[in-house]
C-alpha cells in the first residue's frame, strides 16, 4: 500500500536507526527493514557516539547492552591509557535499536532487503521476510543504511585491504573491564575483556595474506607477535569459537544521494577500523542526513543545495579521517614493513585540499537551519575554511551588514540593534578583524 512520505530505511544499525528515529520525530512514515547480523562481533564505542543515539530517544542499557572497558594502547613501544570507551556485542545492539524504534512509533521490519528500484517517483523495495517470502514495500525515498556491502566505490588505489580475523575466548583476568590495542611488526591487534569471563581478540594484518593461508593459522601465528595480547591467551584462555574474518579498506561511495536515495553510515563511506570511529561516523552521517531529506521531500527548489550539502560534508570527512587514519599509522615508527608504510600514505589528498583563504569574507553555503538545508552567508578565513556563521549566537553575516549600514562599528549601537550584550557583539567582531575582514577599513 503506498502511503504520503513514506520512508523506507534499509538497515538497522547506528546509521539506520538515528536516521529512521530523527525522521519519525518530523512525522514521516517510517519503516526500517532490518536484518540482525549473522555472527556476533565485539566493538567499542565512543560516549559521543552513545550521546548521538540517547539524544535520539535510541538510549542503550548500560547494565544489559553495554560494558564501560579502560581503553589502553600500546604504540611505538609505549603504553597509554587512552579513555574508557564502552563495548557492544553488535548483534545485541542490533536487537536494542530495533526495540528503541519500535517504542518510538517506527515500523521495524525484521527482513533482508533483495533488490530496490526506481519506479513513480519513489522506489519499490523487495523484502525477503525470515521464512523465504518476498513481499515489497513503496518507498517515496529510500535511506541505504545497510553498512558495507558492494556498490560503486571511489577507490583509492593506494589504500590497502586489511582483514581483522578475530576470535573469542572465555578466560579469568580480574573484574575490571578493558580493551588493549597493540602495534606489531606487520599488523596491530585489538582485545576486550569484559570483566565477566569473555576475552575477545582481533589480529589486522594485510588483506593479500587472508586470501593465501588458512584463518586458524594466521590468526595464531599473528598474535604471538602481539606480546601483551598473547600473554592474554596464554594465561589459560579458551576458545569458545573459530575465527571469524572482517575485511576492510577506506572508501567513498559514488553514489551518494539523488532525489529518491540517500546513503548513511558505512554505505556512504567506511574508514580505517583503527580509528575506533566507525560507529560515530554512522550517527553522525544520520544527523546530518535527515535535514537533507526533509528538504528533498518538502522544499524541491532547494533540493541541489541540499545534495550540495550532503556529497561536500561527506567528501570532506572521508578526506579528513585517511588523513587522521594515516597519522595514527605514522606515530608507529619501529618498523619499515609494506604493512605500515601503506597506512602511512595521507590518501586524503585524492580528494581536494581545504580551500586556502589569505582575508576573511562572507560565501554563500549550505547550512542547516530549522530542519531544512538553506544557502546563507558564512565567513571564511584561513582559520575557519569550512565557514563560520555564528559567534555567541550572533550572525556573523548580519553583524557585517550592520555594521556596513552604520558606517562604523560602534558596539554600543550594535548592541542596542541587534539586542546583544556587549561581550557577544565585542567577541564577534573580533573574529572578523582578527580574521582581516576590515584591513582595508569598513568598506573591505
Ligand atoms: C573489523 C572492523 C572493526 C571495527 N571496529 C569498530 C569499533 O571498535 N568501533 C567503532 O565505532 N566502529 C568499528 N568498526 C566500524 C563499524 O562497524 C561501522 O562503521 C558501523 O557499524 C557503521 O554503522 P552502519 O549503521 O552504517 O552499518 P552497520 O553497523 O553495518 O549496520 C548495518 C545493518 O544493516 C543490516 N543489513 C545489511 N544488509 C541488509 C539488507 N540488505 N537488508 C536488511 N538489513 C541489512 C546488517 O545486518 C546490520 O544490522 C569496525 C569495522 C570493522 C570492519
Given at each position: 500500500m503506498k502511503s504520503r512520505n513514506a520512508i523506507v530505511v534499509i538497515g538497522s544499525g547506528p546509521a539506520g536507526a538515528i536516521t529512521a528515529a530523527l525522521l519519525r520525530r518530523y512525522g514521516y512514515d517510517v519503516t526500517v527493514v532490518g536484518r540482525v547480523r549473522s555472527q556476533p562481533c565485539w566493538e567499542g564505542m565512543s560516549i559521543r557516539a552513545l550521546d548521538g543515539l540517547a539524544n535520539a530517544g535510541l538510549t542503550l542499557n548500560l547494565r544489559t547492552d553495554l560494558t564501560a572497558a579502560r581503553r589502553y594502547s600500546w604504540w611505538n613501544g609505549s603504553l597509554n591509557l587512552v579513555n574508557v570507551e564502552y563495548l557492544v556485542e553488535r548483534r545485541q545492539m542490533d536487537l536494542a535499536l530495533q526495540r528503541a524504534l519500535t517504542a518510538r512509533g517506527v515500523n521495524v521490519v525484521d527482513g533482508y532487503v533483495t533488490h530496490h528500484s526506481v519506479q513513480d517517483g519513489g522506489c519499490v523495495v523487495a523484502v525477503e521476510g525470515k521464512c523465504g517470502r518476498v513481499s515489497e514495500l513503496f518507498a517515496n525515498f529510500l535511506v541505504i543504511a545497510?553498512?558495507?556491502?558492494?556498490?560503486k566505490h571511489i577507490v583509492i588505489d593506494q589504500m590497502p585491504v586489511s582483514v581483522m580475523l578475530g576470535r573469542l575466548f572465555s578466560a579469568r583476568l580480574g573484574k575490571e573491564a578493558f580493551t588493549v590495542t597493540e602495534s606489531f611488526e606487520d599488523g596491530w591487534g585489538w582485545a576486550t575483556w569484559n570483566g565477566d569471563g569473555k576475552l575477545n581478540v582481533n589480529i589486522t594484518m594485510d588483506g593479500d595474506l587472508a586470501g593465501s593461508a588458512d584463518c586458524e593459522y594466521l590468526f595464531t601465528t599473528y598474535a604471538q607477535r602481539s606480546p601483551e595480547i598473547s600473554k592474554l591467551i596464554t594465561s589459560g584462555a579458551v576458545p569458545l569459537t573459530q575465527v571469524t574474518a572482517r575485511g576492510s579498506r577506506p572508501n567513498l561511495n559514488a553514489?551518494?544521494?539523488s532525489s529518491t536515495h540517500i546513503r548513511v553510515g558505512d554505505a556512504a563511506y567506511t574508514v580505517d577500523p583503527?580509528?575506533?570511529?566507525g560507529m560515530y561516523e554512522a550517527v553522525s552521517g544520520g544527523y546530518a542526513a535527515v535535514p537533507v531529506i526533509n528538504t528533498l521531500l518538502q522544499k524541491r527548489a532547494d533540493s541541489l543545495i541540499a545534495m550540495q550539502y550532503y556529497q561536500d560534508r561527506a567528501r570532506a570527512i572521508f578526506r579528513q579521517r585517511l588523513d587522521a587514519g594515516a597519522d595514527i599509522y605514522k606515530r608507529e615508527s619501529r618498523w619499515n614493513s609494506d604493512f605500515w608504510r601503506k597506512r602511512?600514505?595521507?590518501?586524503?589528498q585524492a580528494f581536494g585540499t581545504t580551500t586556502t583563504v589569505d582575508r576573511g569574507s562572507f560565501i554563500s553555503q549550505p547550512v542547516v537551519e530549522d530542519g531544512f538545508i538553506l544557502s546563507r552567508d558564512v565567513f571564511i578565513s584561513a582559520a575557519h575554511p569550512r565557514g563560520i556563521r555564528f559567534v555567541n549566537g550572533i550572525d556573523l553575516a548580519v553583524l557585517h551588514k550592520t555594521v556596513l549600514a552604520n558606517g562604523s562599528a560602534d558596539i554600543a549601537m550594535l548592541t542596542t540593534q541587534l539586542s546583544k550584550g556587549v561581550k557577544d557583539i565585542t567577541a564577534a567582531l573580533s573574529l572578523l578583524v582578527q580574521n582581516g575582514l576590515y584591513e582595508n577599513g569598513l568598506n573591505s
Open positions: 545497510h553498512g558495507r556491502r558492494g556498490g553514489d551518494l544521494i583503527l580509528s575506533g570511529n602511512a600514505i595521507n590518501g586524503g
